[in-house]
């Protein structure tokens, strides 16, 4: 008899016990915010103890940056899995006093990277085609890569305030500078700025004016801004714009899609590239965390680009410092045909910029000794 009360009370006190064990690991689930680098996110650093609800109030617009409890497959070519990107609605205001609104595609990495559209283009779509952006893609592929990525519409483009004028190459520099200022205040490591056909002046007038961005990445931009023009406008553009003071361009139905003013003309007559060019420094002074300045900026360019003409990309290629130019065969200007190469060709150039193979640690503010990385 007493050989079964032994029993009954042991199995009593396992019970008790495993109770005890199912409540201590409930209470450190609920603490735990980020896996440890054995988990989705190989390289990334914990912080712990947080719980979820502090972990939020840790980023400015209140969002948690990944699901620490969703994974997907990983890497072949890693040692860790690649991160669940979520997209984020930014607004950011200018200088004018615009709204300007973005997608940021959050890998959880601290460094990033901006992507400017073209054109009468928009964070979502390019001009011309209608369909896809090539920005769209590239930020799809730097994900992939851990990278972050931000694509925004410049002011009287897509989503955000102001009216779109034809000109305003300086004024999206400004946009940009608006851009870059607001996520340095976040404390993310802007690694490059990326623009596509106008988007790539505006990177390169950006890379003249401020020195706070390593790496610049120009595809099909504009060298010769005096090209172009009669396309859109018509042969006798100037005898028009100077008799009624614009412009009305308008699609094939008939319907007025902008209206190109004497003053918005004259600043895209008046900005000059060449000069720009040569004002790009050797390598940047703030916030960059390479050393190594050769190749800072690069040129992407369609052989077959009816838009721009190549010739455009061979100017650049003579003027800018530390610059690498790359002509891909049988590609238009929005590279219909060559999504996967031309996004192949900007992240080949990304990591040669930031040391293949090489980790950029960067200081996680709520984290003292932790270090957040990507694959770059």
């Known amino acids: 008899m007493g050989s079964w009360r032994a029993v009954t009370f042991l199995i009593l006190q396992l019970a008790q016990m495993a109770s005890l064990a199912s409540n201590l690991f409930s209470l450190f689930k609920n603490l735990v915010v980020i896996k440890q680098p054995s988990s989705r996110l190989q390289g990334?650093?914990?912080?712990?103890?947080?719980?979820?609800?502090?972990?939020?109030?840790?980023?400015?617009?209140?969002?948690?940056?990944?699901?620490?409890?969703?994974?997907?497959?990983?890497?072949?070519?890693?040692?860790?899995?690649?991160?669940?990107i979520q997209q984020q609605r930014i607004v950011i205001l200018n200088n004018y006093g615009e709204r300007l609104v973005g997608l940021l595609h959050e890998t959880g990495s601290?460094?990033?990277?901006?992507?400017?559209?073209?054109?009468?283009?928009?964070?979502?779509?390019?001009?011309?085609?209608?369909e896809h952006n090539s920005l769209v893609n590239l930020a799809a592929a730097l994900g992939k890569e851990g990278i972050s990525a931000f694509r925004f519409d410049f002011a009287g483009n897509g989503e955000s305030e102001g009216s779109f004028q034809y000109g305003d190459y300086h004024r999206e520099a400004d946009d940009l500078r608006a851009v870059v200022l607001h996520f340095?205040?976040?404390?993310?490591?802007?690694?490059?700025?990326?623009?596509?056909?106008?988007?790539?002046?505006?990177?390169?007038?950006?890379?003249?004016?401020?020195?706070?961005?390593?790496?610049?990445?120009?595809?099909?931009g504009r060298f010769d801004l005096d090209r172009g023009i009669e396309g859109r406008l018509g042969k006798d553009f100037k005898q028009k714009i100077k008799r009624d003071g614009f412009i009305d361009v308008k699609n094939k139905t008939g319907g007025v899609e902008y209206r190109v003013t004497e003053?918005?003309?004259?600043?895209?007559?008046?900005?000059?590239?060449?000069?720009?060019?040569?004002?790009?420094?050797?390598?940047?002074?703030?916030?960059?965390?390479?050393?190594d300045t050769k190749n800072r900026v690069l040129s992407v360019h369609g052989s077959v680009d009816k838009i721009v003409p190549v010739?455009?990309?061979?100017?650049?290629?003579?003027?800018?410092?530390?610059?690498?130019?790359?002509?891909?065969?049988?590609?238009?200007?929005?590279?219909?045909?060559?999504?996967?190469?031309?996004?192949?060709?900007?992240?080949?150039?990304?990591?040669?910029?930031?040391k293949q193979d090489k980790y950029m640690p960067y200081q996680a503010p709520s984290c003292p000794r932790q270090l957040i990385h990507s694959k770059f």
């Open 184 to 220: 340095h205040k976040a404390e993310r490591v802007i690694n490059a700025i990326i623009g596509h056909s106008k988007g790539g002046n505006v990177v390169l007038l950006y890379a003249s004016r401020y020195h706070d961005v390593h790496t610049v990445v120009n595809i099909s």
């Open 263 to 291: 003053e918005s003309l004259m600043d895209r007559l008046t900005t000059d590239t060449h000069a720009a060019c040569l004002s790009i420094e050797n390598k940047c002074s703030v916030y960059c965390n390479v050393t």
């Open 110 to 130: 601290m460094e990033l990277v901006i992507l400017c559209h073209g054109f009468r283009s928009s964070k979502l779509r390019c001009f011309y085609l209608q």
């Open 44 to 84: 990334f650093g914990s912080c712990l103890p947080f719980t979820r609800s502090e972990f939020q109030k840790n980023r400015a617009d209140g969002s948690v940056m990944f699901d620490p409890e969703r994974t997907r497959p990983s890497s072949p070519n890693h040692n860790f899995e690649m991160p669940l």
């Open 311 to 354: 010739e455009d990309a061979l100017e650049f290629a003579k003027i800018i410092p530390n610059h690498e130019l790359h002509i891909i065969g049988g590609a238009d200007h929005d590279y219909t045909s060559h999504q996967a190469e031309l996004s192949s060709v900007v992240l080949g150039f990304l990591r040669a910029g930031l």
